[in-house]
């Protein structure tokens, strides 16, 4: 299994669905991160958890809402979203957000249709 | 200027050949420099990462950083049409207590059999 999970690796939603998507890392790892990959356009990051703790909220719109209950689950609670937030969303994590000599492992992510 | 330039391809060799991929930076406060493979419908994969100005070399890649020159590359002797995906590269910097990574748009790579 590969060391950061997520699901599911599709989701159709409309745009007054709620939905969340699933990250899991058996890595061991202190902290973790939701990316969002747009065709043609630089990873961008959008929340940052460091042991449990939000850091960074990278101007992410409220409709976006994400949970991490322990250093090995990341969830993105999704409501209410717009036809452009259709991309591919990716999970990472690394050994703490703090170590850069700590590299980011990311998961397959989530491919995300908003109709 | 965007802090990390990519050139987003395509490029496309034949089997066997030498690929060479270049990213280039305008931030000198960049400590660390990576390179992601990713295949379609996979997320990215870590090939290398490095800390100071140098060549490092794993199997058949070499990365190599000028940070004086703010120039990172990647090359991939005897390629093989299994390595044909999209190459990101990536680099981070001190931002707030904790390591902000900014990554290029990507290089999609087609070697051909």
Redesign the interface.
């Known amino acids: 299994e590969t060391g950061?999970t997520?699901t599911p690796r599709h989701l159709v939603m409309g745009m007054t669905n709620k939905k969340s998507l699933k990250c899991e890392q058996h890595l061991g790892h202190n902290?973790m991160y939701w990316y969002k990959q747009s065709a043609?356009?630089?990873?961008e990051?959008m929340f940052?958890y460091?042991f449990k703790e939000q850091?960074?909220n990278n101007s992410v719109p409220s409709r976006f809402s994400p949970e991490c209950p322990n250093s090995s689950h990341l969830f993105l609670h999704l409501h209410t979203l717009q036809p452009e937030d259709s991309a591919l969303y990716?999970c990472a994590s690394?050994q703490g957000?703090?170590?850069?000599?700590s590299?980011?492992?990311?998961?397959?992510?989530t491919?995300l249709t908003v109709t | 200027q965007k802090e990390?330039e990519q050139d987003?391809g395509p490029l496309s060799v034949p089997e066997g050949a030498i690929v060479s991929l270049n990213c280039t930076y305008s931030n000198s406060a960049f400590?660390?420099f990576?390179w992601?493979r990713q295949y379609s419908?996979?997320?990215?994969?870590?090939l290398m990462?490095t800390?100071s100005s140098g060549n490092k070399e794993d199997g058949r890649f070499t990365a190599q950083v000028d940070k004086s020159s703010k120039y990172i590359s990647l090359f991939i002797r005897d390629s093989q049409p299994s390595d044909s995906a999209t190459y990101?590269c990536?680099m981070?910097?001190?931002s707030?207590?904790?390591?902000?990574?900014?990554?290029?748009?990507?290089t999609k790579l087609q070697v051909i059999p």
């Open positions: 950061v997520q902290a043609k356009k630089p990873l990051l940052v460091n850091t960074e990716l690394s957000a703090a170590r850069g000599e590299p980011l492992h990311f998961g397959n992510g491919r | 990390v987003p400590q660390y990576m992601y419908r996979k997320g990215p994969e870590l990462y800390y990101l990536a981070s910097r001190n707030g207590g904790y390591q902000k990574v900014t990554f290029g748009t990507g």
